[in-house]
């Protein structure tokens, strides 16, 4: 027979295994319940959508080029014995740049005057005959053919001196293209030759920027070319200045492609202003009509998803977002155009998209917030 005692020492480990399950099914409902009522909702940066434009920004950068800049070479061949001026140098009309040798032009300008003179006492021999053979036909003591035969003689000499004297210039020219001289002012921007080289005839020795107009030069894609006519105003930004913007205009433009990038050159002119050096790095910012509207977003807004470009919108009802398909027109530099998704009025994740998940639930900021509450 079993005691009440020894039934209660016995019962008591079961009792006890009975109330700690109790307890733990007790904390897991607590736990579900407590899952299953907390709902997460995330903070986000939105942007509102405003009206739509028809106008969108294609940007390039180029150099600031001087509107002519002359390659100079010497008119005549030879090895240069002297280089007048380095990168950087202000010349003016008349400045020398560089000297070749001279010695054998000089040794033609020596063998000119030796064939002049030549040709000289050719002329006064043959002026002479002429006038004898005259007087000798005044008194019927020569012939009209011998005559003639004389004054021909004559012409020809006088012929040859003429040619002798254009050797005679034709080589002194050539002493004086010896030295290569700046046509117009302007600053050297290169030197292609130096002492010792031997140049050929019209080989580039030194650049010359001329002082005047400068302008940028862009090169633009196909695509766009159709959107750069002369005339055209831009803007013109400067990378070592952010303040510095100027009002430029379209002046040339390439009538076909580069052979290797398939791009064509536009120039633009620039407004005189001190502040512009050659050499620069600008921008060009032109508006152009797309012929749909847009409505820019920043680039943080951008999504992908499934493969298709997308943005986040809040429904301002129950601050949930919803995945919008759009179509992207262009990149700029403050963002995103878009053609077609979006309408004035929405708001779209402008941070954090790829927290986003739909029907997320938000909180937007205080100032949002007070806005949607007052509408």
């Not at 006088?158 to 293209?177: E, I, K, T």
């Not at 530099?333 to 941070?351: H, I, K, S």
């Amino acid at each position: 027979m079993i005691s009440f005692k020894t039934f209660n020492a016995n019962l008591r480990p079961l009792a006890s295994l009975a109330l700690v399950t109790l307890l733990g099914v007790g904390l897991s409902a607590c736990s579900e319940a407590k899952t299953e009522t907390i709902e997460a909702i995330r903070p986000v940066k939105v942007v509102e959508i405003l009206g739509a434009g028809k106008t969108r920004e294609l940007d390039y950068s180029g150099v600031v080029k001087a509107r002519t800049e002359m390659n100079l070479g010497f008119r005549v061949a030879g090895k240069i014995t002297e280089r007048a001026v380095n990168i950087g140098d202000k010349v003016k009309p008349g400045d020398l740049l560089a000297r070749i040798d001279a010695t054998d032009y000089q040794l033609g300008v020596s063998t000119a005057e030796a064939n002049l003179q030549a040709a000289e006492k050719q002329v006064e021999t043959a002026r002479l005959s002429d006038e004898r053979a005259a007087q000798l036909y005044d008194k019927k003591f020569a012939s009209q053919a011998q005559r003639e035969q004389a004054a021909l003689v004559y012409k020809q000499a006088s012929s040859q001196r003429d040619a002798a004297l254009s050797s005679l210039r034709q080589a002194r020219n050539q002493v004086g293209y010896a030295e290569l001289r700046a046509d117009q002012s302007g600053i050297v921007t290169s030197v292609s030759a130096d002492t010792g080289q031997v140049v050929g005839a019209g080989t580039p020795v030194v650049a010359v920027a001329v002082d005047g107009d400068k302008e940028v030069q862009i090169a633009v894609p196909e695509l766009e070319i159709a959107q750069f006519q002369q005339g055209k105003p831009v803007k013109v930004s400067f990378w070592s200045d952010a303040k510095l913007v100027l009002d430029g205009k379209v002046r040339e433009v390439a009538g076909s492609a580069d052979p290797q990038s398939r791009t064509f050159s536009v120039r633009v002119s620039l407004p005189d202003d001190a502040r512009v050096l050659l050499g620069m790095t600008a921008g060009i910012q032109a508006s152009v009509d797309s012929g749909e509207k847009l409505v820019s977003i920043p680039l943080s807004a951008l999504a992908k998803q499934q493969g298709k470009q997308i943005v986040w919108v809040v429904e301002q009802g129950d601050d949930t977002v919803h995945a919008r398909d759009i179509k992207v027109a262009d990149f700029v530099d403050d963002g995103v155009q878009v053609t077609e998704g979006l309408r004035p009025g929405d708001l779209v994740v402008a941070a954090g998209t790829q927290f986003m998940t739909e029907n997320l639930k938000v909180r937007l900021p205080e100032q949002r917030a007070a806005a949607n509450a007052a509408n």
